[in-house]
């Protein structure tokens, strides 16, 4: 449902909620003065977000998962080539 802000829900609301829906609907954001300095100092620091550090710890669990499988691989390979050669 789509409306205007600052008009809340209005009259399809019951009574006893209606005057807290026009007082969230007066809220507003305005981020505080210092927030681009702040960002401007984090990228100057090399600061990156939580979710690019996050997705660069799972690029480096599915890697080192990948070389588990090949090294696993190779060995039972070798292994059976090994007792292949032997029997």
């Known amino acids: ?5 600052g008009q809340g ?3 399809r609301l019951p009574d006893d909620v209606r005057e807290l829906d026009r007082l969230l609907s007066s809220v507003r954001f305005a981020p505080r ?3 681009g300095p702040e960002l401007e100092g984090r990228v100057r620091r090399g600061g990156r977000p939580a979710d690019e550090r996050r997705r660069r710890l799972w690029q480096i669990l599915e890697l080192g998962a990948i070389t588990l499988i090949l090294c696993l691989a190779i060995f039972l390979l070798w292994a059976t080539l090994l007792e292949s050669a032997h029997g």
Do not use: K
């Open 1 to 5: 449902m789509i409306h205007s802000p």
């Open 9 to 11: 829900l209005g009259p």
């Open 33 to 35: 003065a210092s927030l």
